[in-house]
């Protein structure tokens, strides 16, 4: 299953999404917003929209009954994926509904005035704006950790800002402009010797490493489906069955009761408690199933590429007197960087004419340019069909760039 030697097969060609619409090579580097869908994915979810599709959880004939089998398995393949039970998944839209769904139960029912929430400066908005609407709605208040000069959320900075008053704290485990990776396990011991739970973001985590919430000993962990090869409109909240058992509703509707009457209307128990209404059926099939397509890659064969194209893109902008590299060297497959004089919007716009694709902006991460003094990055990023070739694209972009700005190369 995790063989190291699976990357030697061309998996570019299980993506038909990588070439452009004249068929050239497309050099995708902007897999931290979005990962491109392997046909594996794409197959399983047009077979549960087509000979497969009916609904689930209610209906008497066997169609229906069969995809209620198909949807709670997805269930359990995701629950498998990140190390937890069964019972401990809940189907969202994604990380952000994730984040929503804990501030939003959980937070209402556990923060009073006066309690406070540890965050770092490196958060997506998705993981600091549910956190300021609950800190606003019970009169708690939001701490701000701040980042090593390598660009670590500093947990020796949390330690020492950490008090009883601290109820959560939520960190990304990976981030998203960085790709700094998080010693969770740590966070976790941090958090828990003050009583308070940790909430780790995932998003950009899963796609990258082996996730085992038993290991990392977190209480919440959230992701999306769509970075992980998998489709839009679904993601996933991980928490501990006794959390999730203790927390309150948060959407009403069908599918998540137990009996409704006009007097009084009993739930659920989790994780349908949490999926008020027609779930995303065939989202939640295409899920597993890029589950299923990582795991046959494997994690030990995907990192080891993705590490040697960080380490090669760095090395080469690290060696232009003009670029800023932002971020850790042993990044998770994100490089961010800056040229002196050149926007980054410039940079992005000039690369899609040689069909390279990066991302270029605040990447939902103001707090973080802010820290970091700039009002925008460029950054590239891989995935397990990223290669050399893609790197070569974005240099020569650049050089091609820099010619176009009147500078050296
Ligand atoms: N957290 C991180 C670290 C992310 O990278 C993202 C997506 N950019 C999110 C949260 C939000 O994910 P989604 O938009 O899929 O809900």
Not at 296 to 304: C, K, L, P, R
Not at 369 to 389: H, I, K, N, Q
């Amino acid at each position: 299953m995790n063989a190291p030697s699976t990357l030697t097969r061309d998996l570019r060609a299980d993506f038909p999404g990588l070439v452009t619409r004249e068929g050239a090579p497309w050099h995708y580097l902007d897999t931290a917003a979005t990962a491109q869908k392997p046909r594996q994915v794409i197959e399983a979810m047009a077979r549960a929209m087509g000979e497969d599709y009916a609904t689930v959880h209610r209906g008497v004939y066997s169609r229906s009954a069969d995809m209620t089998l198909a949807y709670e398995a997805a269930r359990r393949r995701i629950a498998q994926f990140v190390g937890g039970g069964d019972n401990e998944i809940v189907f969202t839209r994604g990380a952000t509904e994730a984040i929503n769904l804990v501030a939003n139960s959980w937070g209402r029912a556990n923060l009073k005035p006066g309690d406070r929430i540890l965050l770092s400066q490196l958060e997506h908005h998705s993981n600091i704006v549910p956190w300021q609407m609950l800190a606003e709605a019970v009169g708690a208040q939001i701490d701000v950790v701040p980042l090593t000069s390598d660009h670590r959320i500093d947990l020796d900075a949390a330690e020492s800002m950490l008090t009883e008053r601290h109820r959560l704290v939520a960190f990304a485990h990976v981030s998203n402009v960085l790709g700094s990776v998080l010693d969770a396990r740590r966070a976790a011991e941090l958090a828990h010797k003050v009583g308070a739970k940790l909430l780790l973001d995932g998003c950009q985590a899963v796609p990258h490493m082996p996730v085992n919430v038993a290991v990392l000993d977190c209480d919440f962990y959230v992701f999306s489906a769509h970075k992980l090869y998998g489709p839009t409109g679904i993601g996933a909240l991980w928490a501990r069955a006794d959390i999730l058992e203790a927390m309150p509703p948060w959407e009403g509707g069908g599918s998540m009761i137990d009996r409704v009457t006009f007097e009084k209307t009993t739930y659920d128990a989790p994780p349908q408690r949490f999926e008020a209404g027609t779930p995303a059926i065939t989202e939640a099939i295409a899920f597993a199933a890029a589950a299923d397509y990582v795991a046959e890659v494997g994690f030990n064969a995907m990192h080891e590429a993705e590490t040697s194209l960080v380490t090669r893109l760095r090395r080469e902008l690290v060696a232009m007197n003009d670029v800023t590299v932002f971020g850790p060297e042993d990044s998770a497959g994100i490089v961010s960087f800056a040229i002196d004089g050149i926007h980054p919007h410039d940079l992005g716009t000039i690369l899609d004419e040689s069909n390279v694709a990066i991302r270029a902006g605040h990447h939902c991460a103001q707090p973080l340019m802010d820290y970091l003094g700039v009002p925008a990055t460029a950054r590239a990023s891989f995935g397990l069909y990223s290669t050399e070739a893609d790197v070569d694209a974005l240099l020569d972009g650049i050089t091609r760039t820099r010619r176009i700005f009147g500078k050296a190369s």
